[in-house]
Nanobody, 125 residues
Framework: QMQLVESGGGLVQAGGSLRLSCAAS????????MGWFRQAPGKEREFIAG????????YYPTSVKGRFTISRDNAKNTAYLQMNSLKPEDTAVYYC??????????????????WGQGTQVTVSS
């Protein structure tokens, strides 16, 4: 079983930046595709970024494309989410997720089998 631990959340002003980290353990990190999701109060958990095992293939929904960047360091067993130009509507709990079989990017919540505990991101106006 792969364990995932997010860090890097916090309070930031609109227009600012944050970098989230997701430390993985328990399995061979490079065997897994990675994804980032977020969930605001009263809303469904939504996909916001994903990459394949090497990080060479990425995918973003329109809501964050051009502002968020997913990356990974397989030597450090860590995935990252760089978030720039943050908006108040980006406020949510952010989760990283992993899926064995890392050749492609997965975008559906149900496709991921391992989840972190989440980290709060709050963007003030």
């Amino acid at each position: 079983q792969m364990q995932l631990v997010e860090s890097g959340g916090g309070l930031v002003q609109a227009g600012g930046s944050l970098r989230l980290s997701c430390a993985a353990s328990g399995r061979t990190f490079s065997d897994y595709a990675m994804g980032w999701f977020r969930q605001a109060p009263g809303k469904e958990r939504e996909f916001i970024a994903g990459n394949n095992w090497s990080g060479a293939v990425t995918y973003y929904p329109t809501s964050v494309k051009g502002r968020f960047t997913i990356s990974r360091d397989n030597a450090k067993n860590t995935a990252y989410l760089q978030m720039n130009s943050l908006k108040p509507e980006d406020t949510a709990v952010y989760y990283c997720a992993a899926r064995y079989g890392g050749m492609k990017v997965y975008t559906m919540r149900t496709e991921y089998t391992n989840w972190g505990q989440g980290t709060q991101v709050t963007v003030s106006s």
